[in-house]
């Protein structure tokens, strides 16, 4: 297996440990992906060299980590509940019961849109009634060891001050609307993809392998039902629910009825809720209050016996498309959002108890799947009880939507990317992403242009100052106006700015490279592509070939880089920033020199610009020895951020010690002489 198989390999069982660990929908058999993961130990192991803590080997059986896959037979089943969707099926119910047992009580409850998870306590060594396994519900007989996970839910009591030896509870894990949304807008920040809603996540969310990762995101639970116990409390479920409500456990909002009007009357209250419960409803449970009368109301093997769950109809409304927004994100990314009203009340429409009139349209596929267009009808409906959602055409539009070629911010030629359904604006001057472009080009990795981070770019984005990365090296042109305007500080603090600025053009042209932020050009990639041209500038001319030659450089960054340099608007913003000074020749030659000619040198601690490699190629370019560590024949020491024993030593021994800037200031006065 090549690199670059293995990074694609990588990437594959990447996608499918989310698929099955964070969103629950493995897409593969667990022998196809047991064969993978075997195919990159086998790589790996052939080429050490190639493993990163990043890598799917690192990533299970790590010690902090949850053993995934431990079965656990459940004691008593986890059984579903049989849904209906009319309310006299529920009259029914409660008349069927009543009839063997006259007076019987109800329980009517929230059913929380979650997975259900059993919780077993026993009485241990040191007497308290602790927590000692957690089950996820698997088939309803064979679930999955979660215990670790469901210690880091606030609502998981790891020890009940409860009379018992034993005692087995079952409830619902789920996620709140905020833990969802907070999840989701993370997702987006990092251009991953969102959670299609709570229910899903949190299953993801309690399979976790980090326990870590399983606190970060937040579940909450409920408890709904003692599955195995002392008599006393089993025997009443109301009662029990009342017992554990007084120990401090999060039972599930319920309401004790004894007639059919009454059960109607608590399904009804528990749908007016909907709107405002912080989680999502999957409708109403009605179970027999006796515990020892359920029985006798079997429903099937696969179900409850004497439960029953009442469905409320979906809010659903039929809505009209007025217009469709695209714009570009950050990332350059084309959104799309549609606007509608309701067919029937021509005004935006009522969901939930919320008014809805726009809904994202997510990709293109998306608007032709669903044939999107001016005029066309939909069912919308609010997905998780929040989002709104489109759901289906109920009458096709005379067109169907297509995005616009250009960007909508710049005009630019739009690409859509070959793996995946997004369309994005890849011109780095493009107004919807130049402060990130830009503060990308100043951020220490590439320019490193100390102070000028993005809450400053974003401020002189937003005053016109910069329009393009070459605006930067114009910004002294515009002290006076700057200071003025205060928008960068006083005097002195503008002129620190600048200076820096200044400094920046003689940067090694990797930085410059890096800057430019090039799609799958790295720091490391950019060094490597360096390495075998003598000039930035000279890679306008590069053939395609000539990119694929490089070492680790893969058919993708190959195209990415050919894509780049010859495009024309890049050829001059390259042409801008060589007029301006920037530094594109390879460091070797524009700084080798005699200067350190005899010279013993250590390097210590971090260094502002330098990598500690570039570093030792700098001083041995110059004439100097690079050794590891300071003795008495040590001349130099060249002391950068964090040193530590090394200065220490060298300060002992009264060796001279430099900045990597004196270092430089050496170098450069001898190469000016000569
Ligand atoms: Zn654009």
């Known amino acids: 297996?090549?690199?670059?198989?293995?990074?694609?390999?990588?990437?594959?069982?990447?996608?499918?440990?989310?698929?099955?660990?964070?969103?629950?929908?493995?897409?593969?058999?667990?022998?196809?992906?047991?064969?993978?993961?075997?195919?990159?130990?086998?790589?790996?192991?052939?080429?050490?060299?190639?493993?990163?803590?990043?890598?799917?080997?690192?990533?299970?059986?790590?010690?902090?980590?949850?053993?995934?896959?431990?079965?656990?037979?459940?004691?008593?089943?986890m059984l579903s509940i049989e849904d209906v969707f009319d309310t006299a099926e529920v009259t029914a119910f409660v008349s069927r019961v009543q009839e063997r047992h006259p007076g019987c009580a109800f329980s009517v409850?929230?059913?929380?849109?979650?997975?259900?998870?059993?919780?077993?306590?026993?009485?241990?060594?040191?007497?308290?009634?602790?927590?000692?396994?957690?089950?996820?519900?698997?088939?309803?007989?064979?679930?999955?060891?979660?215990t670790a996970n469901a210690l880091t839910i606030p609502d998981?009591?790891?020890?009940?001050?409860?009379?018992?030896?034993?005692?087995?509870?079952?409830?619902?894990?789920?996620?709140?609307?905020?833990?969802?949304?907070?999840?989701?807008?993370?997702?987006?920040?990092?251009?991953?993809?969102?959670?299609?809603?709570?229910?899903?996540?949190a299953a993801g969310t309690l399979r976790q392998l980090d326990p870590g990762i399983t606190?970060?995101?937040?579940?909450?639970?409920?408890i709904f039902n003692i599955q195995d116990g002392p008599e006393e409390i089993l025997a009443e479920h109301t009662g029990a629910m009342d017992i554990l409500s007084r120990a401090g456990v999060p039972v599930v909002f319920h309401r004790r009825c004894t007639t059919a009007m009454e059960v109607l009357?608590?399904?009804?209250?528990?749908?007016?809720?909907?709107?405002?419960?912080?989680?999502?409803?999957?409708?109403?449970?009605?179970?027999?209050?006796?515990?020892a009368w359920r029985t006798e109301f079997p429903a099937g093997s696969k179900y409850s016996a004497g439960h029953i769950a009442y469905k409320y109809p979906p809010e659903e409304k039929i809505v009209?498309?007025?217009?469709?927004?695209?714009?570009?994100?950050?990332?350059?990314?084309?959104?799309?959002?549609?606007?509608?009203h309701d067919k029937d009340t021509g005004k935006p429409a009522r969901l939930c108890g919320t008014s809805v009139s726009r809904a994202t349209l997510h990709n293109q596929d998306y608007i032709t799947e669903m044939k999107i267009g001016i005029g066309g009808w939909y069912r919308l409906y609010k997905s998780g009880e929040?989002?709104?959602?489109?759901?289906?055409?109920?009458?096709?539009?005379?067109?169907?939507?297509?995005?616009?070629?250009?960007?909508?911010?710049?005009?630019?030629?739009?690409?859509?990317?070959?793996?995946?359904?997004?369309?994005?604006?890849?011109?780095?001057?493009?107004?919807?992403?130049?402060?990130?472009?830009?503060?990308?080009?100043?951020?220490?990795?590439?320019?490193?242009?100390?102070?000028?981070?993005?809450?400053?770019?974003?401020?002189l984005v937003g005053a016109g100052y910069l329009k393009n990365i070459a605006d930067i090296y114009r910004l002294k042109d515009r002290r006076a106006e700057l200071i003025e305007a205060g928008i960068i500080g006083k005097e002195k603090n503008t002129d620190k700015v600048l200076a820096e600025i200044e400094k920046s053009k003689t940067a090694d042209p990797v930085r410059l490279l890096t800057g430019l932020a090039i799609r799958n050009v790295g720091v490391s990639t950019a060094r490597e592509v360096m390495r075998h041209f003598d000039h930035l500038y000279d890679l306008t001319t590069a053939s395609r070939e000539d990119f694929l030659a490089i070492p680790d450089i893969g058919e993708t960054t190959a195209e990415d880089l050919y894509g780049f340099f010859h495009r024309e608007s890049n050829v001059t913003l390259l042409d801008?920033?060589?007029?301006?000074?920037?530094?594109?020749?390879?460091?070797?030659?524009?700084?080798?020199?005699?200067?350190?000619?005899?010279?013993?040198?250590?390097?210590?601690?971090?260094?502002?610009?330098l990598g500690r490699k570039e570093a030792e190629e700098y001083v041995r370019r110059n004439g100097g020895k690079v050794t590891g560590s300071v003795s008495s024949k040590t001349t130099l020491l060249v002391a950068g951020e964090a040193a530590g024993s090394k200065l220490t030593k060298a300060q002992q021994l009264g060796i001279r010690i430099v900045s990597e800037e004196e270092l430089r200031a050496m170098c450069r006065t001898d190469t000016q002489e000569d």
């Not at 990437?11 to 493995?26: G, S, T």
């Not at 001050?161 to 894990?173: H, I, K, S």
């Not at 690409?415 to 994005?424: F, G, K, P, Q």
């Not at 530094?583 to 210590?604: P, R, S």
Request: hydrophobic share 35%; net charge negative.
């Open 386 to 459: 929040i989002i709104p959602r489109l759901n289906g055409c109920v009458r096709e539009p005379a067109e169907v939507f297509t995005a616009p070629k250009n960007c909508p911010a710049c005009g630019e030629p739009l690409v859509r990317e070959a793996d995946t359904a997004d369309i994005r604006c890849i011109n780095p001057d493009c107004p919807a992403q130049l402060v990130r472009t830009i503060s990308y080009f100043t951020s220490r990795d590439a320019m490193n242009i100390m102070g000028l981070g993005e809450t400053l770019v974003e401020a």
């Open 320 to 340: 009209e498309m007025d217009e469709i927004i695209t714009d570009v994100g950050r990332t350059g990314k084309l959104t799309f959002t549609g606007v509608f």
């Open 265 to 291: 009357d608590a399904i009804r209250e528990i749908g007016e809720m909907r709107g405002e419960l912080p989680f999502d409803l999957d409708g109403a449970v009605v179970k027999i209050d006796h515990t």
């Open 1 to 77: 297996m090549d690199r670059q198989a293995y990074d694609e390999l990588k990437k594959v069982i990447d996608r499918h440990m989310e698929l099955y660990y964070n969103e629950d929908a493995p897409m593969i058999s667990d022998a196809e992906y047991d064969a993978m993961m075997r195919d990159l130990k086998e790589a790996e192991k052939e080429h050490p060299e190639w493993v990163t803590p990043d890598s799917p080997t690192q990533k299970i059986g790590g010690s902090a980590k949850r053993e995934a896959g431990v079965k656990v037979t459940h004691n008593v089943p």
């Open 156 to 201: 998981v009591k790891r020890t009940l001050d409860l009379p018992y030896d034993l005692l087995e509870l079952r409830g619902e894990v789920y996620m709140t609307h905020e833990a969802f949304e907070r999840y989701n807008e993370k997702q987006e920040e990092a251009g991953k993809p969102p959670a299609a809603n709570p229910r899903n996540l």
């Open 576 to 609: 801008e920033l060589r007029l301006m000074g920037l530094n594109m020749k390879k460091a070797e030659e524009a700084d080798a020199g005699e200067a350190l000619a005899g010279q013993t040198v250590v390097i210590t601690g971090t260094l502002p610009t």
């Open 215 to 222: 606190r970060e995101r937040g579940l909450s639970m409920f």
């Open 109 to 146: 409850e929230v059913k929380v849109d979650g997975l259900s998870m059993t919780l077993r306590y026993a009485r241990n060594t040191a007497g308290e009634l602790a927590l000692t396994l957690a089950e996820t519900r698997g088939d309803g007989r064979i679930g999955e060891d979660v």
